[in-house]
């Protein structure tokens, strides 16, 4: 693609100058830039560029809404199991529809075959560039990382586990005391329900986050990242990593082997609640570590409580019902187009008179048909776009419906799964007590029989009725903590039921959600097939309008009293 280094107008790669100024075009560094991707996507400026590929800043041409579109490089492309994961980004993070998590409004090819995704428009910065500037308040950090929790909270409820949490994947606003939390980058995410990517013994995330199960398995669940916000919590309240080494082994090892740090440790002032908060989700052991996200959530909200600090708002549960469709195409090229014959036409009348040549004529003529002709590609192009804003609303308020469903069941089932754990350890402890009541009465019988040795056939010995009334209570106490153990074990085995229950329920919406997405997908398809189609057409007649016009206006330019209106063309353009 080239663009004349004047006005700035694009041009198909054929062309040699522009038709508004006489300038010679030039090669376009990024060839996207300028152009419309999918018929809605125009594309602004680049923001930002790493290994996987360019991220842009661009904008719905229906809607008028900023975006990010994220096109990875035809190096990665190339990869099918990167391909596979820069799928599962867009896939992972638009189903879970949570104010916390960045949303995803689309995702496809590009033309060239390069895998796309569109995404928000974040403001603010990585919670990494916050923590440059050292530990957070309390008033500060426990609101983010009560956002944090929400979100994860959310993406487990639909089986997402992350994988990769850091605070580079996670993006902050903060406006004053008040923040705003989108966790980033679900790239390596993985559900639950998806065959895996990862070859065995192939590690992916940052080891300064990783639980120690993440080192030894790939199958590591939502534990590994409650791990993780254990980590990212110390760092932010204490400025630093609670395990830090100068390579990747060293800290491995510091996360397999090294005592959790404790934040008062650090001479920090903190609550104790939160300080062992922070080191139970920092546990070995993934079964130490908090039951859920949502348990997190709610430890949070309650430490916040008692600070008197104030937790940020839930989010609001309603679906918005009264979207519509734009009604018609907003001011674009065509406009502009018509204002052009419009030139053209008075130039030739000030260069002619009024009998211009015939082959002048038919040039204004065919541009004008082109013009229309564009105009009603554009115009089905414009309908078929509403089908698709259309789908897309609906399927967005059916995320929004699945996901507040799924947060009243989470903090259901964290609670049954909290307390299921809670009558399970009381079961243990009490069936370990009746094992030390078993043994106390084994002892007491071994004093018995010496003692009834001793005695023979002459007086009992001193201390056999008291041994003999330690057995009874012994015996005794054994019964009320077997009976207490059948009893806890009771309550647990009903708790487990409630557990199962609940998660069922879960289960059955992610398969709602499923066949929602599956349903909305299909219907999708067709629709933006015929888009994409109509786009092409329209743009292969809009570059030959550029054509056309060029072979118009380069006589012209010999007319000195066009000058002016040429000077005009260029303003508009």
Not at 261 to 288: F, H, I, N, W, Y
Request: charged share 25%; with cysteine.
């Amino acid at each position: 693609m080239k663009s004349c280094p004047r006005c700035n107008l694009r041009y198909p790669d054929s062309s040699t100058s522009c038709f508004l100024d006489g300038s010679a075009l030039v090669q376009v560094v990024d060839p996207r830039l300028g152009t419309v991707l999918a018929g809605r996507y125009l594309i602004e400026r680049v923001l930002a560029e790493g290994g996987m590929g360019v991220v842009y800043v661009a904008r719905h041409r229906l809607v008028d809404r900023p975006c990010a579109v994220k096109i990875m490089s035809a190096t990665h492309s190339r990869n099918k199991v990167v391909r596979e994961r820069f799928r599962r980004e867009a896939k992972a993070a638009q189903q879970l529809a949570h104010p916390n998590i960045i949303e995803i409004f689309d995702q496809g090819e590009t033309d060239d075959g390069m895998p796309y995704l569109v995404m928000e428009l974040l403001e603010g910065e990585p919670l990494s560039e916050v923590l440059k500037r050292g530990p957070m308040q309390l008033p500060v950090a426990l609101p983010i990382l009560i956002q944090i929790a929400r979100a994860l909270a959310r993406a487990h409820d639909f089986d997402v586990i992350h994988r990769d949490l850091k605070p580079d994947n996670i993006f902050i606003r903060i406006d004053g005391t008040q923040s705003t939390v989108k966790l980033l980058d679900f790239g390596i995410a993985r559900s639950l329900h998806e065959q895996r990517l990862t070859a065995q013994g192939e590690v992916f995330g940052s080891p300064q986050y990783m639980a120690p199960e993440r080192f030894s398995s790939i199958d590591a669940g939502a534990a590994a990242d409650l791990y993780a916000v254990g980590v990212i919590a110390f760092e932010m309240l204490a400025g630093r990593l609670p395990f830090g080494a100068e390579d990747v082994g060293a800290i491995l090892v510091q996360h397999l082997t090294a005592p959790v740090p404790s934040l008062a440790e650090q001479g920090l002032s903190v609550p104790p609640q939160l300080d062992a908060l922070v080191r139970a989700l920092m546990a070995k052991a993934p079964t130490e570590r908090p039951v859920d996200a949502h348990r997190v959530h709610a430890e949070l909200v309650e430490i916040c409580n008692g600070l008197h600090i104030a937790p940020p708002t839930e989010p609001d549960k309603t679906v918005a019902e009264d979207w519509e469709p734009p009604k018609s195409l907003p001011p674009t090229a065509l406009d502009r187009w018509a204002r052009r014959i419009l030139t053209f036409e008075q130039m030739l009348r000030t260069a002619y008179g009024p009998s211009p040549p015939a082959a002048m004529r038919r040039l204004v003529d065919r541009i004008r048909e082109q013009v229309d002709d564009v105009r009603f590609l554009r115009s089905q192009e414009a309908a078929e776009q509403d089908k698709l804003e259309v789908i897309e609303a609906r399927e967005r308020e059916g995320r929004q419906r699945f996901g507040f469903a799924a947060d009243a069941l989470g903090v259901d089932v964290s609670r049954a799964r909290n307390e299921a754990r809670q009558a399970h350890l009381d079961a243990a402890a009490a069936a370990s007590h009746s094992t030390l009541h078993a043994s106390r009465l084994r002892q007491l019988q071994s004093e018995i029989r010496a003692l009834e040795e001793q005695a023979g056939a002459g007086a009992p010995p001193d201390g056999l009725a008291v041994a003999y009334r330690s057995a009874a209570d012994e015996i005794d106490a054994w019964q009320r903590t077997l009976l207490e153990t059948a009893s806890m074990r009771q309550r647990a085995d009903q708790a487990d039921r409630i557990v199962v229950d609940l998660e069922y329920q879960i289960q059955e919406l992610r398969a709602g959600l499923t066949r929602l997405e599956q349903s909305s997908e299909r219907e999708r398809a067709q629709v933006e097939a015929t888009v994409i189609e109509l786009g092409r057409r329209a743009e292969t007649l809009q570059n030959d309008l550029l054509q056309l016009a060029t072979e118009l206006c380069t006589p012209l330019r010999s007319f000195p009293a066009l000058a002016p209106m040429f000077l005009e063309l260029e303003a508009d353009g």
